[in-house]
């Protein structure tokens, strides 16, 4: 069945390193992918969406290109800050109705 | 409001009692979603509704779980009979229009703990 997978974490890193948080994705036609970001003790804020083919997603420094002949869909930022630290969640849209249906999160550790 | 609220923030319960949980869409949402997120665990779809119907019941755990909404607004999730596997933070979300393009805006959750 359809389904997103994603790294395992936590991933620790300093601050100012490179991050690149791994997603493909299983999925019949050509979905919206998606990455949402959660911050302790709240809910998801979507960080970034693309939505077609060779589709670069980007917010707040971070970026993900729409790869539909890896089906890779992966996050990346040149250069992470403590504040940084979340658990990032990538996901697909669904086909005929709205069902996005996530990995199983990947935690982000930053240390100063 | 100006985002997706739910209530109560937390809910510990005993085992046996029902629970009721809210959800307060964005003004002008018509797509609202329910979702599990368990310790450790990804999410897990439960419910979503277009307008005030419920189209895809398939996510519900069990018999014990019910959603409606009224209004095209608000949403509730009642939980009969909690068992303690029932325990997790549930997420409530909206997006404006039903599509895959759609993303959904998210609120900070309820975490309900039964004892």
């Known amino acids: 069945g359809d389904s997103v997978t994603q790294m395992e974490g936590p991933v620790t890193l300093s601050e100012e390193a490179f991050l690149t948080i791994n997603c493909t994705y299983t999925?019949?036609?050509?979905?919206?992918l998606f990455w949402y970001v959660q911050y302790p003790g709240e809910g998801l804020q979507l960080l970034l969406k693309?939505?077609?083919?060779?589709d670069k997603g980007s917010n707040k420094g971070f970026e993900a290109t729409y790869r539909k002949e890896t089906t890779s869909f992966h996050l990346e930022k040149g250069s992470v800050q403590v504040s940084d630290s979340a658990v990032y969640f990538c996901?697909?849209?669904?086909?005929?109705?709205?069902?996005?249906?996530f990995g199983t999160g990947t935690r982000l550790l930053v240390s100063p | 409001g100006a985002g997706v609220s739910q209530s109560p923030s937390n809910k510990v319960t005993e085992k046996g009692k029902d629970v009721e949980l809210r959800c307060d869409p964005i003004s002008g949402h018509t797509a609202l979603y329910w979702y599990r997120q368990s310790l450790g665990q990804g999410l897990e779809f439960l419910i979503y509704f277009q307008g005030n119907s419920a189209p895809d019941k398939s996510g519900l755990p069990s018999d014990r779980f019910s959603a409606e909404r009224t209004g095209g607004s608000v949403s509730t999730l009642t939980i009969q009979r909690t068992q303690q596997e029932d325990s997790a933070v549930y997420l409530c979300?909206?997006?404006?229009?039903?599509?895959?393009?759609?993303?959904?805006?998210f609120g900070d959750g309820t975490r309900l703990s039964i004892l």
């Open positions: 693309a939505t077609k083919a060779d």
């Open positions: 999925a019949t036609g050509y979905p919206s």
């Open positions: 996901a697909r849209g669904g086909t005929g109705f709205q069902k996005l249906v």
């Open positions: 979300a909206s997006s404006l229009v039903w599509g895959s393009n759609q993303p959904q805006h």
